[in-house]
């Protein structure tokens, strides 16, 4: 899969994806889309993110690499 493409401008993930909460649901947009999509309510998205930072921790030690 490889490096997310972040930005065309500069290469800052916060350029490129926002995430808001509103009434306990955390929403995701980004530039140049017409709204936000719902991605769950905050404690979901809360351990969906811890998984997915924690599979990628295990895979980078798996692969001999580390994050900057």
């Known amino acids: 899969m490889g490096e997310p ?3 065309p401008v500069d290469g800052h993930a916060s350029d490129a994806l926002m995430f808001s909460l509103e009434d306990g649901y955390v929403f995701a947009s980004w530039p140049g889309a017409n709204g936000a ?7 979901q998205v809360r351990e969906m993110m811890r998984d997915f930072l924690a ?3 295990v895979g ?3 692969n001999g690499e580390a994050r900057a």
């Open 5 to 7: 493409n972040l930005s």
């Open 60 to 62: 980078d030690r798996l």
């Open 37 to 43: 999509v719902r991605l769950g309510t905050y404690a």
């Open 55 to 57: 599979q990628s921790e």
